[in-house]
């Protein structure tokens, strides 16, 4: 019996038909979008939807006769589609980022996109940040999510079919995306490449996702909502009203896949702008925040430090990240009180923040030994560390004189990979190693020393970036604003550029080094799950050590 | 239709924009520090440490 056999074969017959019939209509949609678009690059897209839906129909299928599960199912937790987006999320991880490598190196060698149409730095640049930010996050945060709403609730997930059609609704919605850029497919808004009909589909996957989480939540035996859901919560409804609202645009027909945005000129930067940046506040951190209040304490074995700091910071957190996207827009067309409405609320943000970072530090505050010994914790101790710098920076680069400076230079990109590598991708892999062995139910993990190995790649790459971009950027916001004696500008932007090379290749080998990470962490994963023995009990890979009051 | 004017809006923005914003930030503390939620809260954080593996029926 494969896998697959053995998911599929937790379905009642009533709930594969259930599933057979979503498939139909994905593919329904996919043949009718395919022959709209005929004459159109959608065609492509329709055939994928198609396709995709018609493996998963056909994997179905032919296993629609199988036996009828004999498991009382509300007796433990579905795990099954949480293994599958862990999969899937570091599938995307090795993807995203040597998409990112790529397209770093093609800064320093521009020969390097080998004469394609499909291959320039236009193209390929989406493809980096779409899997990356949506496609290993994204995934890692429906699996993570997944996993803390049903052990915080002490109640199963409210749903069979539908977790899976979130789960692979989601791939197919990134899956559009990042063919799409390839094929030249882009409403060109930052994080909000995709076209209407893939932002239509995210729509459909993302409300029932709400919908099973609520369901999920209602059902609970816990009387108290764990402070981790809330922040899940968080950013399961404001993206969608994010997106929703970001992705109001009139294709030009049915077939085609081009369509213009409702908002005109200065309102559509302000709205993709609060878009955007909320983007980073609700899917790069509320999210991640449910991870590093869950899986940190529990991974130490300690309970977090102030609970009510974790409210105070939440609440705080929601309400001023709303208000923060018009520091994107210092010195432009935007009204000048917009601008400072913005800058004030980034930089009230930097409260909550490091009460969130300081929160986990304290938590970790007598259990150094372990940070010391435990990789896994490590990785969790640093994301922390990189969140209360990164938090610090961002406020500092919204305040208005500063960012004259920093604006479109490299420094805006190493503060961004400040916070993507440092805090959102190390609390996601030590999240993955403290989940890996409890869900599969293994002793531990294959490689305590390959752990070790990827958390110094890690900080090695993230640190050889950032630095990198420090520098690259502050001389690049410095020559440009560098005037002669007679008010001309002193440097040309293609001296700026020469000036750049070493930093880029600097940049690209950083990149390399958190690629190789990763690769080691799905080796590590892999062989876990093949070659470690099974936990007897399955407090497995959990420090022996009881749990000791934090407060 | 009402006749809105910019300056009626952003004299609104300013004043009770702030308002709203304090007063939730008023309840939200009363609801962390309010002295009954403390027990609900140190079982909450603790919660989370309990070893069985099963939802609760």
């Known amino acids: 019996m494969n896998a697959t056999d053995r998911m599929i074969g937790r379905l009642t017959s009533g709930e594969r038909q259930a599933a057979l019939i979503l498939c139909g209509l994905t593919a329904l949609s996919g043949a009718a979008l395919g022959l709209a678009g005929r004459n159109d690059v959608v065609g492509w897209h329709g055939l994928l939807m198609l396709l995709f839906a018609g493996g998963f129909g056909f994997l179905l299928m032919t296993r629609l006769d199988m036996a009828e599960p004999t498991e009382d199912r509300g007796a433990s937790y579905y795990d099954d589609p949480i293994k599958a987006g862990i999969v899937l999320a570091m599938a995307w991880a090795v993807f995203g980022m040597f998409m990112g490598v790529w397209v ?32 290993f996050g994204g995934n890692a945060l429906i699996a993570t999510s997944f996993h803390v709403v049903q052990r915080t609730s002490r109640a199963r997930l409210a749903g069979q079919v539908s977790p899976w059609f979130v789960l692979l609704g989601y791939n197919l919605f990134c899956l559009l995306a990042v063919t799409g850029y390839l094929l030249g497919i882009t409403q060109s808004k930052e994080y909000a490449e995709a076209e209407w009909y893939a932002d239509l589909w995210l729509v459909v996957v993302w409300v029932t996702y709400f919908v099973l989480y609520l369901r999920t939540i209602a059902r609970r035996r816990e009387p108290h909502i764990y402070v981790a859901n809330w922040y899940f919560m968080a950013f399961i409804v404001v993206v969608a009203i994010l997106h929703i609202v970001n992705n109001l645009a009139l294709p030009i027909s049915w077939g085609h896949a081009k369509s213009y945005t409702i908002w005109p000129g200065v309102q559509d930067a302000m709205v993709q702008w609060w878009y955007g940046h909320n983007a980073v506040a609700f899917f790069l951190t509320a999210g991640f925040l449910g991870m590093l209040y869950y899986y940190l304490p529990v991974r130490a074995q300690r309970p977090i430090f102030s609970y009510r700091l974790s409210i105070l910071s939440f609440w705080g957190i929601t309400f001023f990240y709303m208000w923060a996207g018009s520091h994107h827009l210092h010195y432009t067309a935007l009204p000048h009180w917009v601008q400072t409405l913005g800058m004030t609320f980034s930089v009230m943000l930097l409260v909550p923040s490091w009460a969130s970072a300081g929160n986990a530090l304290l938590t970790l505050n007598g259990a150094w030994h372990r940070v010391r010994d435990d990789a896994t914790l490590r990785f969790m101790m640093a994301a922390a560390v990189f969140y209360g710098l990164s938090t610090f920076e961002g406020s500092f680069l919204a305040i208005r004189p500063v960012n004259a400076l920093s604006h479109y230079t ?11 590598l440092g805090w959102v991708a190390l609390i996601t892999f030590g999240s993955l190693y403290t989940l890996v062995p409890t869900l599969w139910k293994r002793e531990r993990m294959y490689s305590a020393a390959l752990v070790e190995v990827h ?16 520098n690259s950027g502050i001389i690049q916001g410095l020559m440009w604003r560098t005037y002669t004696e007679d008010g001309a500008l002193a440097y040309s932007f293609v001296d700026s550029l020469v000036a750049m090379y070493p930093y880029y290749i600097a940049r690209a080998f950083g990149g390399l080094l958190f690629l190789i990470g990763a690769v080691v962490g799905c080796y590590n994963m892999w062989m876990t799950v093949r070659a470690v023995p099974q936990a007897t009990s399955r407090t497995g890979d959990q420090p022996v050590a009881a749990a000791v009051p934090g407060e | 239709m009402f006749d809105i004017s910019h300056e009626t809006l952003v004299a609104f923005s300013k004043s009770w924009g702030l308002f709203y914003l304090m007063g939730f930030f008023l309840c939200v503390v009363v609801y962390a520090f309010w002295p009954s939620n403390r027990k609900r809260f140190d079982r909450a954080k603790t919660s989370i440490l309990e070893r069985d593996d099963k939802p609760w029926q």
């Open chain 1, 104 to 135: 770093a190196a093609q800064l320093a060698w521009p020969d390097l996109h080998f004469d394609n149409g499909w291959s320039t730095f236009g193209r390929l640049r989406p493809t980096h940040t779409t899997g990356v930010i949506f496609g």
């Open chain 1, 455 to 470: 958390f110094w790649l890690s900080i090695a790459g993230t640190l050889i970036y950032v630095f990198a971009m420090w």
């Open chain 1, 410 to 420: 490299d420094w805006t990109v190493g503060h961004v990979h400040a916070g993507a």
